[in-house]
């Protein structure tokens, strides 16, 4: 890879409220921007990354056999489904779930007693599988199904399979009133941790010589299921609970996908390149898709 100057880049990232931006190809470090040294280690939210990190817990799942099919109807998770007045209820499966495409009404549930129930309680406004409908209420239902498969908590089963491996070990994670854990907006991790998330999707599912989750998984999970947006540049799609990226230069080269939360944070994935970039933000409004702006500039660099 050509010498690259950084910067502009570092300029850009000191005009506005990003606390931090790395960036690391393969297993070297190319560029760090800390606001603040105290970022580097210290937890904070990652708003909808979260989801990211709940479907990986639900690959995990797969994996171990605990879930055996993701096209199983969630009615078998939720026998109340059964009973609906709406039939099409009976028809989302766990893939609809990932893929964003319940066809359930995106509602806040936040101050609810009952997160799961008020989730459940939407009416459905698009037939199952057929159109994409950011929900944090997917993922939350995603969350509450690892929990019954593996008769733990989410953030047990993660600490064992994947906050574990992964080296992560200060976390926090936000319960509902029935103790199943957020799993569309709940975590905080620190921006280390979130290049170890990072670097294992770059690896495979690997980290540190182990297999933390299959090959097969993360492939099902970069592909882009629905299309989003059209850009200049490219083409926005959703995996599992992932954005995605395909660029329209002929080689395919900055191909990406990625997590993303509310006020900026990220955690890029360019695999032709190898490389992971994450970012720690507290940009508002507009400004939140700054980070992604500069990343596909730097991409464009190279």
């Not at 909808?48 to 994996?63: E, R």
Request: proline letters at 4%; charged letters at 20%; glycine letters at 8%.
């Amino acid at each position: 890879m050509k010498v690259i100057d950084f910067t502009d880049l570092e300029k850009k990232l000191k005009s506005v409220k990003i606390e931090g931006f790395i960036i690391n190809k393969g297993n070297e470090r190319l560029f760090e921007y800390l606001k603040n040294k105290k970022i580097k280690e210290k937890p904070t939210k990652i708003y909808s990354v979260t989801k990211s990190i709940v479907s990986l817990l639900i690959g995990i799942s797969v994996d171990k056999g605990l879930i055996q099919d993701i096209h199983q109807p969630i009615h078998c998770f939720f026998p109340e489904l059964k009973n609906s007045n709406e039939t099409s209820k009976r028809e989302i499966t766990i893939f609809h779930l990932l893929t964003m495409t319940s066809g359930f009404q995106a509602t806040s549930f936040q101050g609810a007693k009952n997160w799961v129930k008020v989730i459940l309680e939407q009416p459905i406004l698009h037939k199952p599988g057929s159109t994409f409908q950011y929900n944090s209420g997917d993922s939350h239902l995603l969350s509450a199904i690892i929990h019954k498969v593996s008769g733990e908590p989410a953030a047990t089963f993660a600490e064992k399979y994947l906050f574990g491996p992964l080296g992560i070990k200060k976390y926090l994670w936000v319960k509902d009133p029935q103790g199943i854990y957020g799993g569309g907006f709940s975590i905080s991790l620190s921006i280390e941790d979130m290049m170890k998330v990072g670097q294992m999707l770059l690896n495979d599912g690997k980290f540190s010589s182990k297999q933390i989750i299959s090959s097969k998984w993360l492939e099902q999970s970069q592909r882009p299921y629905k299309q989003v947006e059209i850009s200049e540049f490219g083409t926005y799609g959703y995996g599992f609970q992932l954005w995605t990226y395909e660029s329209n230069d002929s080689k395919n080269y900055t191909d990406y996908y990625y997590a993303n939360g509310l006020f900026g944070q990220y955690i890029f994935i360019v695999p032709k390149l190898e490389i992971v970039a994450v970012v720690k933000s507290q940009l508002q409004n507009n400004d939140q898709s700054l980070p992604k702006q500069f990343f596909q500039k730097f991409l464009r660099s190279l």
